[in-house]
């Protein structure tokens, strides 16, 4: 029995893009880079603190012998993204188009473990999609899914960058793959030339304290002179993958769940401001966008509002004045003071 075979064509049936195999042996080619992105204040505030968990399987399974990473391409290009654009409208990251690629990832691992448990009774495994301590990234780039960018995203010659990962560690003893270390990024710059606030401060060198997508997750209050430079986003950005030109050319996604159903990718941000509890769960609880809940993209949507730099919206901001939510009242009290001194 080729039992990685019968995984990869069983991955492969339900709809998995890219799958690789990998060993349990610890990351240690990382560590130097983690320890120094630590000490620098690098890190996103959502990563594991402790190095040696972030490097170690056997510290998460203790019978670990390989891992097994699995990635979806997300990409998709509706032809009618601008047809219903709202005078105030603000931009979602296409990872939030659609079902929150958590949910869907992990499914799929949770098939893969099905199928592998009704051919090997003793299988055993951890399944992660952003929720492991391991490095998800370096766990596909060793497994074989793809090379890094500049930007430290994974690239892969038939998706691009857009692709989303997750892993399991097991007590499979399998063969693995190996990283593709033929393949290079085309060095262009491009995406440090077009970082706004320069997160990507040279090749390799990735700090997500200013990183836009991380900014806008974060709880902590968005300093002033970050606000502008947000633009009409309120989740994620993706402006260092469109630029990148091996993101040309790339195949689609063939997961319709990840197209925009319920959720606009430019949605109303008057109608996000007023949002009633339920509809908020109804529209945003199925996309990656929702985890974070509705003040923190209420807060963003505030932001946004003031960077269209429109008298037209302060009195939809006057009325968040009323909010029982003092931090939703500040950023109101802010963009009023903002929009009434502009020229």
């Known amino acids: 029995m080729d039992l990685k075979r019968d995984i990869k064509h069983y991955a492969n049936s339900i709809g998995i893009d890219l799958i690789g195999f990998t060993s349990a042996e610890p990351f240690e080619d990382i560590r130097d880079i983690l320890e120094f992105r630590k000490s620098l204040g690098y890190l996103s505030g959502f990563e594991e603190k402790d190095i040696d968990l972030r490097i170690n399987p056997k510290k998460t399974m203790t019978n670990a012998e390989s891992i097994i990473a699995i990635a979806l391409s997300y990409y998709n290009e509706p032809d009618d993204i601008k047809n219903d654009i709202s005078k105030f409208c603000g931009k979602l990251s296409r990872i939030a188009w659609g079902t929150d690629y958590h949910i869907v990832l992990r499914e799929k691992l949770e098939k893969i473990a099905k199928f592998i448990k009704n051919k090997k009774m003793d299988f055993e495994y951890k399944a992660f999609v952003d929720t492991g301590p391991l490095v998800d990234r370096q766990v596909a ?9 500049y930007n430290s995203v994974l690239i892969n010659d038939k998706y691009g960058s857009w692709i989303v990962i997750g892993y399991m560690i097991t007590n499979l003893q399998i063969e693995a793959d190996y990283p593709l270390i033929d393949k290079r990024c085309y060095g262009c710059n491009l995406c440090i030339k077009n970082c706004p606030t320069g997160a990507i401060e ?3 060198k990735f700090n997500a304290d200013k990183c836009i997508s991380n900014i806008l997750q974060q709880k902590k ?22 630029v990148c030109p091996h993101n040309k050319k790339i195949e689609h996604t063939s997961e319709d769940r990840f197209s925009p159903v319920k959720l ?9 401001l ?6 908020f769960k109804e529209t945003y609880g199925m996309s990656s ?24 919206a302060i009195p939809y901001l006057q009325e ?19 929009l009434q001194d502009m020229d």
């Not at 060793?142 to 960018?149: D, F, S, V």
């Not at 002179?225 to 989740?235: A, M, S, T």
């Not at 606009?264 to 996000?272: A, G, T, V």
């Not at 968040?320 to 903002?338: F, H, M, P, T, V």
């Open 141 to 149: 780039y060793r497994a074989g899914l793809g090379y890094y960018g």
């Open 202 to 204: 040279g090749a390799y």
């Open 221 to 242: 209050e968005i300093r002033g002179k970050d606000r502008p430079v947000l633009e009409n986003k309120i989740y994620g950005c993706d402006i260092c993958q469109e």
């Open 264 to 272: 606009s990718p430019m949605p109303d941000l008057i109608e996000l």
């Open 274 to 279: 007023n949002i009633p509890n339920k509809k």
């Open 289 to 312: 966008a929702g985890w974070r809940g509705k003040k923190i993209l209420q807060r963003n949507a505030i932001i946004a509002l003031v960077n269209h730099k429109d008298k037209d």
């Open 320 to 338: 968040l004045l009323k909010d029982s939510r003092s931090e939703i009242r500040e950023y109101a009290l802010w963009g009023i003071n903002i």
